[in-house]
């Protein structure tokens, strides 16, 4: 079982949908949870990070994670043709600890937009 | 501003071929990271170096070895290639130690096939 679980997808919304990302973890020591964007044929950028249990929103996107149920989630509002990338969740451990600095990643959400 | 730059892009290798890819960063980062990417796998962790003078194994090191040559550079070496390495190979870069730092730099890939 992999320590993080992310549902491939594809996923095919129109555009102005509502976009629900998600991911579940085992590892009770993930501090920091991460969602990255990658374009096709290109490296993956960080689009929202989160420390702990919570939610935290950036314009058309919100990040939650819930600790108690080791779940996270990225919701995208009024989604754009522009959105259509593949999602990765990340996490990381607590930054003393010896794993610092290591990104363990979901399977990636391959998400596309239509007109 | 380059950010994390990877040679070559794209290559194409024969079985039991070596080659070494090539990573360079400019953004003063200690760590620094190599990842493959394979359809329905995420980005897994091949090793990475916390720091210079300092590498470590991460989830799937067998067949890869590394050198972290400087603070700016970070190379990954393949010595004798096998078509299971065909992939899409990632080296990325983060700064300082500290909780809130998270944001981990992607170079754009490079694109490797073994036949």
């Known amino acids: 079982q992999k320590e993080v679980e992310q549902d491939p997808g594809p996923l095919s919304v129109p555009e102005g949908a509502i976009v629900s990302l998600n991911c579940t973890y085992s590892n009770s020591a993930f501090q920091y949870f991460m969602w990255y964007r990658q374009y096709s044929r290109k490296g993956p950028e960080l689009l929202m990070y989160?420390?702990?249990?919570g939610n935290k929103e950036d314009g058309r996107f919100t990040a939650q994670v819930d600790k108690s149920s080791k779940y996270i989630s990225l919701f995208i509002r009024d989604s754009q043709p522009s959105d259509s990338a593949t999602y990765l969740c990340a996490m990381k451990e607590n930054a003393g600890g010896t794993s610092y600095g290591k990104l363990t990643f979901g399977q990636g959400t391959i998400l596309t937009v239509h007109p | 501003n380059a950010g994390v730059t990877q040679t070559p892009k794209f290559q194409v290798l024969k079985t039991g071929q070596s080659m070494t890819l090539q990573c360079a960063q400019d953004m003063n980062h200690n760590s620094m990271y190599w990842y493959r990417q394979d359809p329905g796998m995420g980005l897994r962790l091949i090793y990475y170096s916390a720091s210079e003078g300092t590498t470590d194994k991460g989830e799937v090191p067998n067949g890869y070895n590394v050198s972290r040559l400087n603070k700016r550079e970070f190379s990954l070496r393949l010595e004798s290639a096998a078509p299971s390495q065909t992939s899409v190979y990632f080296c990325?870069?983060?700064?300082?130690?500290?909780?809130?730092?998270?944001?981990?730099?992607f170079g754009q890939g490079t694109r490797l096939t073994v036949v």
């Open positions: 990325a870069s983060s700064g300082s130690r500290g909780p809130g730092n998270t944001e981990a730099f």
């Open positions: 989160t420390y702990s249990s």
